[in-house]
C-alpha cells in the first residue's frame, strides 16, 4: 500500500506565506514525479508545480516567482513554498505522485487527501 500524507494548510492574510508538505510511504521503489494540484469551488482540478527525480521543475503560470516546489529523494518528500499568497490562491490542494511498486512494471499516479489552504484579502 502507497500514501501521500500533506500537511501545512491553513489560513494566511493575502500577502502572507505557507508551506505545504507531502511523503509518500509504502512499498514504494522509484517516484518519477511529484507536485501539487489545486481545486477551488466550482473549478476544475489544475496543477500548481512538478518537480522530477532529476529537479526539473514546471509551474503554473499562475504562480511563477511566487511558489517554489522543491524534494527530497531521499525522503520521498515533496514541499510547496507558497509567498505573496493571494485570494485567487485559495483551494483545496492536493499531493500528486508518478510511482513504481516495489516489484510492480508500471507507473501509477497516487494522489492526497488535499488540504485547505484559504487565503484572506
Known amino acids: 500500500q502507497v500514501q501521500l500524507v500533506e500537511s501545512g494548510g491553513g489560513l494566511v492574510q493575502a500577502g502572507g506565506s505557507l508551506r505545504l508538505s507531502c511523503e509518500a510511504s509504502?512499498?514504494?521503489?522509484?517516484?518519477?514525479?511529484m507536485g501539487w494540484y489545486r481545486q477551488a469551488p466550482g473549478k476544475q482540478r489544475e496543477l500548481v508545480a512538478a518537480?522530477?527525480?532529476?529537479?526539473?521543475?514546471n509551474y503554473a503560470d499562475s504562480v511563477k516567482g511566487r511558489f517554489t516546489i522543491s524534494r527530497d529523494n531521499a525522503k520521498n518528500s515533496v514541499h510547496l513554498q507558497m509567498n505573496s499568497l493571494k485570494a485567487e490562491d485559495t483551494a483545496v490542494y492536493y499531493c500528486?505522485?508518478?510511482?513504481?511498486?516495489?516489484?510492480?512494471?508500471?507507473?501509477?499516479?497516487?494522489w492526497g487527501q488535499g488540504t485547505q489552504v484559504t487565503v484572506s484579502s
Open positions: 500528486h505522485a508518478i510511482l513504481t511498486r516495489t516489484g510492480g512494471l508500471y507507473g501509477f499516479n497516487q
Open positions: 518537480i522530477t527525480s532529476g529537479n526539473s521543475t
Open positions: 509504502g512499498n514504494i521503489f522509484s517516484i518519477a514525479s
